[in-house]
Nanobody, 114 residues
Framework: VQLQASGGGLVQAGGSLRLSCGVS????????MNWYRQAPGKQRELVAS???????NYTDSVKGRFTISRDNARRIVTLQMNSLKPDDTAKYFC?????????WGQGTQVTVSS
């Protein structure tokens, strides 16, 4: 199983970024896919999830600003991040869980300047 994240960078507050995670080696279309983030000195936090049905969940702090989506044909999960705030600065990881084992991408850094 491989998860390859991309799309991070440096952006000013109020700006937007789009993260993508390409997935291989698993049955993507039946899997719940997640985006986590971890800021320095903080615990890793679940940001957004998308289920095989297309249903989504978001942590409260990103509701209305972030959108998670999936393309089953291309095996990609995307996190569109709008109205970014300095508090969104973190390393972002895509994640899935297969047979109770967490699989992680390598992470991509998002830095939001004030």
């Amino acid at each position: 199983v491989q998860l390859q994240a991309s799309g991070g960078g440096l952006v000013q507050a109020g700006g937007s970024l789009r993260l993508s995670c390409g997935v291989s080696g698993m049955n993507f279309k039946i899997s719940r896919m997640n985006w986590y983030r971890q800021a320095p000195g903080k615990q890793r936090e679940l940001v957004a999830s998308i289920f095989s049905t297309g249903a989504t969940n978001y942590t409260d702090s990103v509701k209305g600003r972030f959108t998670i989506s999936r393309d089953n044909a291309r095996r990609i999960v995307t996190l569109q991040m709008n109205s970014l705030k300095p508090d969104d600065t973190a390393k972002y990881f895509c994640n899935t869980n297969i047979y109770n084992v967490d699989r992680w991408g390598q992470g991509t850094q998002v830095t939001v300047s004030s």
